[in-house]
């Protein structure tokens, strides 16, 4: 397993949890949202908990990391040319870790693994105690 | 690539190489070892263009392998020693004030929001740094970040709310 598998420990949230969190982030369609919403105003509990992550994004998004100065920028610029120079003439490539290759997602989600009709069987199956239809 | 032809990269390149290096600079907490990070990243990744399947955009394999070089050069660097002792300097700030929902926060200069945060995001692990750093830096949606971690959409998701948890947590008991 790579390093970015899934550790064995790796403690997974539960569907309601990752909805929300898909809910902050803009990444539900609107039917979705729109049952999230309908969810949010029964459970006042809940909504506090999506506060919460819209402050702490909001919180990222102010102070973005600035760009590079930019004649550092340009001195890495040369150096990657450098390299890309070297690596050609003297047939001298860096040693890697092989990428690799992405499997197909299987998760087609409408963009979360839900159809126009819902949540689809699979990732992420609309929870009873999330918000009905 | 042929001597001479180098400098094509420099046009396909500079969509994303911002990008790059916000991802390099929160994962590793200052300038220097991002633009070292970025630096290996491209050399890798314009040196091995065979292994962009062209599955995914080009500019989510790059973050791949940038943000894979930047967690080795971190690793390779003692990251996390590093950051306490610059943690250090901040250590006055009430962070707290950055969890109150209002204009508060704003009392603390944005340098030295950053500095927070990338203290707050040493706390966690590598995988979620990753994933939050590609979501949140990047601006890549889920399904891009799965691709470039080669993990399924679910997974993108469960890590991103541990990270905000962990994030509010620190700040919180600062």
Same mark, same amino acid.
């Given at each position: ?17 990752? *909805? ?52 550092? *920028? ?60 | ?10 046009? #396909? ?7 790059? &290096?916000? @991802?390099?600079?929160? !994962? ?9 990070? @970025?630096?290996?990243?491209? @050399? ?26 930047? $967690? ?22 009430? !962070?707290?004030?950055?969890? @109150? ?11 030295? !929001?950053?500095? !927070? ?24 949606? &889920? ?18 709310? #541990?990270?905000?948890?962990? $994030?509010?947590? #620190?700040?919180?008991?600062?």
């Amino acid at each position: 397993m790579g390093p970015h598998k899934r550790e064995d420990r790796e403690k997974i949230a539960s569907p309601c949890q990752t *909805w929300l969190t898909a809910y902050v982030d803009g990444e539900l369609t609107d039917e979705e949202r729109a049952r999230v919403e309908a969810w949010l105003t029964r459970n006042p509990e809940v909504r506090a908990e999506v506060e919460a992550q819209q402050h702490l994004k909001a919180l990222c998004e102010r102070c973005p990391v600035p760009g590079p100065d930019a004649l550092a *920028w340009d001195d890495v610029l040369a150096r990657v040319e450098s390299a890309l120079e070297a690596a050609s003439t003297e047939n001298l490539q860096p040693r890697l870790r092989p990428l690799r290759p992405s499997p197909p997602q299987s998760v087609a989600l409408g963009r979360l693994g839900c159809g126009g009709s819902g949540p689809s069987a699979g990732a992420l199956a609309w929870p009873s105690a999330c918000p009905t239809r | 690539m042929r001597r001479g032809g180098g400098k094509r990269w420099r046009s #396909y390149s500079g969509v994303t190489r911002v990008a790059a &290096y916000r @991802v390099a600079c929160r !994962l590793l907490g200052n300038e220097a070892d991002a633009l070292d990070a @970025v630096q290996e990243g491209f @050399v890798k990744a314009l040196t091995h263009l065979g292994g962009f399947q062209r599955r995914s955009s080009f500019k989510t394999w790059l973050l791949r392998v940038v943000s894979n070089a930047a $967690l080795d050069l971190g690793r390779q660097r003692g990251r996390r020693e590093a950051v306490s002792l610059e943690a250090a300097e901040v250590r006055n700030a009430d !962070l707290s004030l950055l969890l @109150v929902p209002d204009e508060s926060a704003a009392r603390l200069d944005r340098a030295e !929001l950053r500095r !927070l945060l990338d203290q707050a995001l040493q706390t966690l692990s590598e995988p979620q740094r990753q994933t939050f750093v590609l979501h949140a830096e990047a601006g890549l949606s &889920y399904r891009e970040v799965a691709e470039v971690m080669d993990i399924s959409i679910g997974t993108v998701m469960s890590r991103l709310y #541990y990270a905000r948890q962990k $994030l509010r947590n #620190y700040l919180a008991s600062a």
